[in-house]
């Protein structure tokens, strides 16, 4: 699965979501409506726009939703599993506040990152010190990064 983060933690929170639904004999689409906010949960305001449950209906109307084995796992071919699933998300996806960053100007004009972000191959600690170099006006081999592992945090 590609894109470490989003893709990952978005299937295993829907798949999560399935189990759920299949656990309290609710159809996995129902669970997500009666969830669905009418509110931003972190600001509380209504949202301008949000059509999901439109999206929802419109989705289980064109793909026969109500004609689907409801019974994970029932479906094979061959050595596969197969059926017909639901999952909401957006780009980027909005948690609760997550990522701290954490900047120590020295003395000797250099600049040390502590980030909680890691680095997996798609650029992240070169577009972080970049970035930090931008904004602060420094040489790019004033700053370090120092990103943080599952043992450490960053307290702010």
């Not at 470490?4 to 829907?14: K, N, V």
């Not at 009666?34 to 305001?45: C, Q, S, V």
């Not at 064109?62 to 019974?71: D, I, K, N, S």
């Not at 980030?115 to 081999?141: F, I, K, Y």
Request: proline content about 6%.
């Amino acid at each position: 699965m590609r894109a470490p983060g989003e893709s990952i933690g978005s299937f295993a929170l829907e798949s999560a979501v399935d189990e759920l639904a299949h656990k309290i004999g609710i159809d996995p689409i129902e669970l997500r409506l009666r969830n669905e906010p009418e509110k931003h949960p972190i600001a509380g305001i209504p949202f301008s726009q949000r059509d999901l449950k439109r999206a929802y209906a419109d989705g289980a109307k064109r793909f026969g939703w109500e004609r689907r084995q409801a019974e994970p796992g029932v479906l094979r071919d061959g050595e596969w599993r197969v059926g017909l699933g639901c999952a909401s998300g957006s780009f980027p996806y909005q948690r609760a506040p997550s990522a701290s960053v954490r900047i120590r100007l020295t003395l000797d004009g250099s600049a040390t990152i502590s980030c909680s972000a890691q680095e997996m191959g798609m650029g992240t600690a070169t577009v972080q010190v970049q970035h930090a170099a931008d904004r602060l006006g420094l040489p790019v081999d004033a700053i370090r990064l120092w990103q943080t592992t599952t043992f450490q945090r960053i307290w702010m």
